[in-house]
């Protein structure tokens, strides 16, 4: 049976998962790059400059807002998007928990090496 801790840090990458698929795509990177500089965007502003469709960003937008990565605010008519850091943070800690269990392998691989 595993141990308690690796089960809570599989549970925690199955919550993180969503994360790293939003993340995946390099327009969905892209936005979240534009999204953490900070402020609220209007999709016209998010498409401004750029070869992608509104349909498209809207679409990537909403893969990002089920993934917990970014929220939609209403301003009068219009719709703007901003950065959700929490969801981010958490993946962090996801991704810190795994790089802890290979110091502790690699620490136990040459504590047992050492001592042949």
Not at 3 to 25: E, I, M, W
Not at 28 to 43: H, P, T
Not at 46 to 52: A, N
């Amino acid at each position: 049976m595993p141990r308690t801790n690796t089960r809570s840090a599989h549970q925690a990458l199955q919550k993180a998962a969503p994360v790293f698929a939003a993340l995946g795509d390099e327009t969905r990177l892209s936005l979240v790059a534009v999204l953490c500089a900070g402020g609220a965007f209007s999709i016209a502003q998010l498409t401004h400059g750029t070869d992608i469709t509104r349909q498209a960003v809207t679409k990537h937008l909403q893969v990002l807002a089920d993934a917990g990565l970014v929220r939609d605010l209403k301003q009068g008519r219009e719709r703007l998007w901003e950065f959700e850091p929490s969801r981010l943070d958490e993946a962090r800690r996801s991704l810190e928990s795994i790089a802890g269990q290979w110091d502790r392998a690699l620490a136990r691989l040459k504590s047992t090496l050492e001592r042949s």
